[in-house]
């Protein structure tokens, strides 16, 4: 008699289901077919996908690569799109399948193979969420630094897929500076390791190109990361301005001279925002907050926070809060945690978008959105990681209200324009997936778009993963 799994005797009751065989080799309760499992992978963390029915038709848990790999032959036989997903984090509706396919989620994937605390590194597979990378890493007193603000809930894989950035990278980069190999499963089901993963040397290094590729080239199913030495000390503050231009001129006094652990800038809006849901006391008159940290060795961080502190008095910051140990610390981070749920409560609907500007157009870019909200009447509010150029703007509108709906969009589209001419890039950290592909060609060229159309082809030759993101429809 067959070696059956588990449930595969019931299974044979229903002889006509269409994914018997694939229950049968891999295990019935890794295949999700009914509506009310299949539903819950429709939708990711962003309000993008574009308009229609985008339930999966077959979800696959993969446990293992091999898994993985019978996931994309099955699709093959099917002649389904595969939809690689982690966590569902993203906000660019990268993890929505487009119109139904097969989603293949790595996130049970979750082994620790080994940490090596003498060569600082740690090789594990995809489905960790990022805090439990880091967890891993700080038990050798180790350091994971990428930390984009969703660490506790994004998979590892899905924050290399999408070359994630955070609150950190100001100072020490983001996913892609960490990744020194990787193991994909490609179109086929093959195997490849890149890297210091790599079977054998390879001529070219493949890792860049997987980094950020967005899950359109194959799916992640290992990855070797470097880890650093944890710093030994941290002092945290926030400063208040009674003008945005005041916030930026720190900006651009502290970065020549050091580099600060975490530059954060909010403004106005924003701390309107929180205001309505925590009794921290904002200055009156604050139109601009920097949250500011320096790590490293203690008289190092000492030294540069003294600095720091001249240089917002020299600027006339209102008023400057110094965590005095770890609870003040953590209190100042959580203002910082509440902006995104705080901001939801300003309006019904909230369109997130992340663009980065050259540091030296950080005023700018500013200047312009405010503009632009006046001339679409719609609010935008802005922070983020100003220390890199990174910016959040969250077009905001009454999700009952068609015409503001529509201003809000159009607003966006806008600021997009606006980033481009000020040398920027229309995504920092979240990715374009499906809902930035069709504004591609404000920031690159018919020549540029046909050269990422090539890679494209050369990964995936039948375009089975991922389809239709990232590039855009129409040539
Ligand atoms: C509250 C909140 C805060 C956030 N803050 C940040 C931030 O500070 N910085 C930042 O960079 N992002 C941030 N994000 C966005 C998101 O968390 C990141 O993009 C994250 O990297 C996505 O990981 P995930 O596992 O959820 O991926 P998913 O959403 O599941 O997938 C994202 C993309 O990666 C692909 N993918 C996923 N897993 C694999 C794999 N194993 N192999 C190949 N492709 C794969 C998918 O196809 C998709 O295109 C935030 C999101 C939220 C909800």
Redesign the pocket.
């Known amino acids: 008699m067959e070696d059956l799994e588990p449930g595969a005797a019931v299974l044979s009751l229903f002889s006509r289901d269409p994914y018997r065989k694939l229950k049968r080799r891999i295990g019935a309760h890794k295949v999700l077919d009914r509506d009310e499992d299949r539903l819950v992978y429709a939708v ?2 962003s309000y993008t996908a574009p308009p229609g029915n985008h339930d999966p038709d077959l979800v696959i848990l993969c446990e293992s690569t091999e898994d993985v790999i019978e996931a994309v032959l099955f699709a093959r036989e099917q002649g389904l799109p595969i ?9 660019s509706a ?2 929505v399948p487009l119109g139904g396919g097969i989603v293949v989620v ?2 049970k994937m979750r082994k620790v193979f080994e940490v090596n605390a003498n060569e600082r590194w740690l090789h594990c597979e ?1 489905g960790l969420t990022t805090e439990d990378v880091k967890q891993a890493a700080a038990k050798h007193r180790l350091l994971y630094p990428p930390d ?3 660490y506790r ?3 590892i ?6 070359n ?4 950190r990278c100001v100072k020490y980069g983001t996913t892609k500076d960490y990744v020194l190999g990787l193991k ?1 499963v490609d179109h086929e089901g093959t195997v490849h390791g890149t890297g210091v993963l790599a079977d054998e040397p390879t001529p070219l290094d493949l890792t860049p190109m997987i980094i950020g590729s ?2 359109l080239f ?4 290992e990855m070797k990361l470097a880890l650093i030495p944890a710093p030994k000390a941290t002092r945290t503050l926030i400063a208040h301005f009674a003008e945005t231009a005041q916030a930026i001129a720190t900006i651009h006094t502290i970065l020549p001279e050091l580099v600060p652990s975490v530059l954060e800038f909010m403004d106005a809006s924003v701390i309107e925002a929180i205001r309505g849901h925590d009794p921290y006391p904002f200055p009156d008159g604050t139109q601009a907050a920097l949250l500011i940290e320096t790590d490293g060795e203690r008289d190092v961080c000492e030294r540069e926070a003294e600095r720091i502190l001249e240089v917002l008095q020299e600027a006339g910051a209102l008023e400057i809060h110094t965590a005095s140990d770890e609870a003040e610390r953590e209190r100042l981070w959580e203002l910082r945690r509440l902006v ?1 749920p705080s901001l939801s409560r300003l309006a019904s609907g909230k369109m997130n978008e992340d663009v980065v500007v050259p540091i030296g157009r950080l005023g700018d870019l500013i200047d312009r959105v405010a503009l632009i909200a006046d001339q679409y009447d719609t609010r935008i509010p802005i922070y983020g990681h100003a220390g890199d150029g990174n910016l959040h703007l969250n077009g905001m509108y009454d999700a009952d209200d068609h015409k503001a709906a529509t201003r809000a969009h159009d607003a966006i589209v806008q600021c997009f324009k606006a980033t481009v001419e000020l040398g920027g890039t229309i995504s920092g ?3 374009i ?1 499906a809902a930035k592909n069709r504004y591609m060609n404000l920031q690159f060229s018919q020549d540029e778009i046909d050269v990422l159309r090539a890679m494209k082809s050369a990964f995936d030759p039948e375009l089975v993963f ?1 389809p239709n ?1 990232v590039l855009p429809h129409s040539r």
């Open positions: 990711d963390a939809v690689p997903r982690g966590a569902g984090t993203g906000m990268g993890s790595t996130e995809p984009p603000s969703s809930i994004s998979s894989g899905g924050n290399v897929a999408e994630a950035g955070g609150l994909y967005e899950g194959g799916i992640v199913v995104s950290e979240h990715g997936g991922n993101k």
